[in-house]
């Protein structure tokens, strides 16, 4: 493997608490050095300038819906890994939500074996946390984390049933590995398609009402008190979420918590009045108020990370009624972009803070390598210009599935290159 | 005929109409003074002009509907077009085929207007959207229902000469009423004091942001009300039981011969129908003298008509301006 020079770049590595021009030398596939002597220079070295870039470790994130088995009409673990890569995601964890559900210590193996061979950015499983994602009974877990699982989660169908989640926070603390919970009384969402307030109102559209998700967060917390176990909760959207989360975060309970990027955009239910079921996400495009309590909640740390929320959905799904589309959103490419645009560019967001958020905390909570460019560390590594413009095309993505609620905005900032295990697995050409 | 009906207005540049929110006083004016000369032009609706001789109306109803899909026919064929009839039922759309495509499919055949009604709020967005035709909305869901909004204030106009100062009351399932949303932009704009009254689990709250009056209890009301629109409760819109019985409903709401005694002595009965006897209206008032239940439905076919003539007429390139969303 040739080993690389990325020098006159930004480095911003929160896990080093550094933030200034510097020089990383990658060799072997790991981070040999930063600020390496001359003379400590391999001859063979391949350089890259990235003058005017940031260089970080590779993003991280916690909910990718691959869709392989079963959907690969809406994506599959190749383009979804391009997808990720060409978003300076290095590392992504998979849902478990395939046809037949990754519920299995087959069905993990067969993930990871694709993964493998297609060689896109690192992909980890999170296994389903019931038998065939029913909700009932404990699938099995020990087996499922033998075979390669990182985590559990019947997402994105709630864990509605209570007793379930209870009793695998505590079985799961004999394996040290986290439960992923979407946070949503489904019988409070109903048919709902979109945030319930004053537009839904005026519409005519089914909502989406904010307490659904707050009294699951209430649940939610309330076990992982009772249990101790490896909570995450996610994604949050709504203030009195957040409120709950800084309030058990305050009293000591062991969680983290994540919010999606549509949550964090300028984008409101507002745009719902168009009916174009590109805006038909979940969490829904919520208002300001909402929006604002979320932002500040990733910024003081109540709310740990960013996940992507890349919910692929093909084009002949999206093509429909609102009530026929279903949800869901490409965003893996979009996701770095729309943090710079409506978080770091204004100001409210540090770039160290956001790659904290999109990649630090993440690596921590899943327990997996990355998130940090440390001397011996794998060189996972993205490389950002966080100064390109560039408008949304969902038909120009890596994904096979095109729908976002971004298509036709003006976003700032792009991965130049994608490094995974000290291969540049991609590169963007102007 | 052509001679005694006046030329559309020039300001008029809609092709499409798909709700009363997004229009302006003037046009919702247009089309109440263009359906009563109609109405009178074809003797209360009952004869034949040609005025749109040679043009084809669609009739794609996703949901089903008897009067609102036959007077958009007859409005049709009362000036002179050609309608074709769709309905969803034993259809390409029962065979997996999305509305869109199946809008496009009858488009192809050569139509001048789709006229559409479907469950989902949106939908005849998405076909004026899409479509290079005319499109009328005809219901979409609970989001709007224009040419029901037209004809309720039509109906109120003839009778009290104006809109402007009248107090209002839309009764019943407001939160799954179209005919509602359509009301209450409607009658705002023309200057109407809007009352929504009802169970508390059908009228949120979060109505009061549009400026209008939120009741709960009719009596308290009835005494300031020119006007009461009966909303049936859409029993197979609701997912949970919003009150705990029909005859709890009824006792609480359904306009009786006790009531009327209590109200104002010109007070207007109106229904968009179909009405449920015993439910929301009893039989002594839907049959009595403050009824104008069968006008409004005579009124339905002369504001169709007036809405056809209307779009008919729009500046063909109107539709890549014209503001197809809120």
């Given at each position: 493997m040739t080993p690389l020079l990325i020098e006159n770049g930004r480095l911003v590595d929160p896990s080093q608490s550094i933030d200034r021009v510097a020089r990383v030398l990658v060799t072997g596939g790991l981070i040999a050095a930063i600020n390496p002597d001359d003379g400590d220079l391999p001859p063979n070295v391949r350089r890259i300038d990235a003058r005017g870039r940031i260089v970080a470790p590779g993003l991280i994130d916690l909910g990718t819906e691959l869709r392989e088995p079963g959907r690969e009409e809406d994506e599959t673990i190749e383009t979804g890994g391009n997808a990720a890569l060409a978003g300076g995601f290095t590392t992504i964890l998979c849902a478990a939500n395939t046809y037949p559900p990754i519920d299995s210590p087959g069905a993990v193996e067969f993930v990871r074996q694709k993964a493998q061979r297609a060689r896109t950015c690192r992909i980890h499983v999170i296994a389903c946390l019931s038998r065939g994602r029913e909700g009932v009974d404990m699938a099995e877990l020990s087996l499922l984390a033998e075979a390669g699982a990182v985590g559990f989660s019947d997402a994105p169908r709630p864990t509605s049933n209570s007793a379930l989640l209870k009793k695998a926070l505590e079985y799961c603390h004999m394996l040290d590995l986290p439960i992923y919970d979407l946070p949503l009384v489904p019988e409070l969402t109903g048919t709902g398609v979109m945030h319930e307030g004053r537009v839904s109102t005026i519409l005519g559209l089914q909502g989406l009402p904010t307490e659904a998700e707050d009294l699951a967060v209430t649940r939610d917390l309330r076990l992982a008190e009772a249990t101790g176990g490896r909570l995450h909760i996610g994604p949050i959207s709504t203030l009195q979420g957040v409120e709950l989360i800084k309030r058990a975060k305050q009293r000591g309970i062991n969680i983290s918590a994540s919010v999606w990027p549509q949550t964090l955009s300028s984008m409101t239910d507002k745009e719902l009045e168009s009916f174009d079921a590109r805006f038909k996400v979940r969490p829904p495009l919520r208002n300001e108020r909402h929006i604002e309590v979320c932002r500040e909640a990733l910024i003081d740390g109540t709310i740990d990370c960013i996940s992507t929320g890349h919910t692929p959905r093909a084009r002949e799904k999206k093509v429909n009624d609102l009530d026929l589309a279903p949800f869901g959103m490409v965003s893996l490419e979009t996701t770095l972009a729309s943090i710079n645009t409506d978080m770091i560019r204004p100001g409210l967001l540090s770039w160290p803070d956001a790659i904290t958020r999109l990649s630090t905390r993440p690596a921590e909570i899943a327990g997996v390598p990355g998130g940090s460019l440390k001397p011996g560390s794998p060189a996972d590594i993205v490389i950002i210009d966080p100064d390109i413009a560039w408008t949304v095309r969902g038909d120009a993505f890596q994904s096979r599935s095109n729908s976002t609620p971004w298509e036709g905005k003006q976003l700032f900032g792009q991965a130049t290159h994608a490094i995974v295990g000290g291969e540049v697995r991609f590169e963007r050409h102007a | 005929m052509s001679q005694t009906l006046p030329e559309p207005p020039s300001s008029w540049n809609r092709r499409h109409l798909l709700g009363l929110q997004d229009l302006s006083v003037d046009e919702l004016r247009t089309l109440l003074d263009t359906a009563q000369q109609l109405k009178e032009a074809t003797n209360n609706c009952r004869e034949k002009l040609?005025?749109?001789?040679?043009k084809t109306c669609a009739n794609l109803f996703f949901e089903n509907s008897t009067r609102t899909r036959n007077s958009f026919s007859l409005a049709a064929k009362r000036l002179g077009a050609d309608t074709v009839e769709f309905s969803s039922s034993g259809s390409s759309v029962a065979k997996g085929e999305t509305f869109i495509d199946t809008a496009k499919t009858i488009e192809a055949m050569g139509v001048d207007w789709v006229v559409t009604r479907h469950q989902t709020p949106g939908t005849p967005h998405l076909l004026a959207r899409e479509l290079s035709c005319s499109v009328l909305n005809a219901g979409d869901g609970p989001h709007e229902h224009p040419t029901q909004g037209l004809l309720d204030i039509l109906t109120i106009r003839q009778h009290?000469?104006?809109?402007?100062g009248l107090t209002v009351a839309l009764v019943g399932d407001i939160a799954h009423s179209r005919t509602a949303r359509s009301n209450i932009w409607g009658l705002k704009k023309l200057g109407a004091h809007v009352i929504l009254c009802g169970p508390s689990t059908l009228v949120s709250h979060r109505w009061r942001e549009l400026d209008v009056e939120v009741a709960y209890n009719l009596d308290e009301i009835l005494p300031r009300c020119d006007v009461l629109n009966l909303l049936r409760i859409q029993f197979e819109r609701q997912t949970t039981r919003p009150f705990p019985s029909v005859h709890e409903y009824a006792n609480l709401y359904a306009m009786n011969t006790d009531r009327m005694r209590r109200s104002k002595s010109d007070i207007l009965i109106m229904a968009p129908g179909p009405i449920n006897r015993g439910v929301e209206i009893t039989p002594e008032v839907a049959d009595g003298p403050h009824s104008v239940i069968l006008e409004q439905v005579t009124n339905g076919i002369a504001v169709r008509m007036a809405a056809l003539w209307l779009l008919a007429n729009a500046p063909h390139n109107s539709s890549t301006s014209e503001p197809i969303v809120h």
């Open positions: - | 040609s005025l749109l001789a040679g009290r000469g104006n809109i402007d």
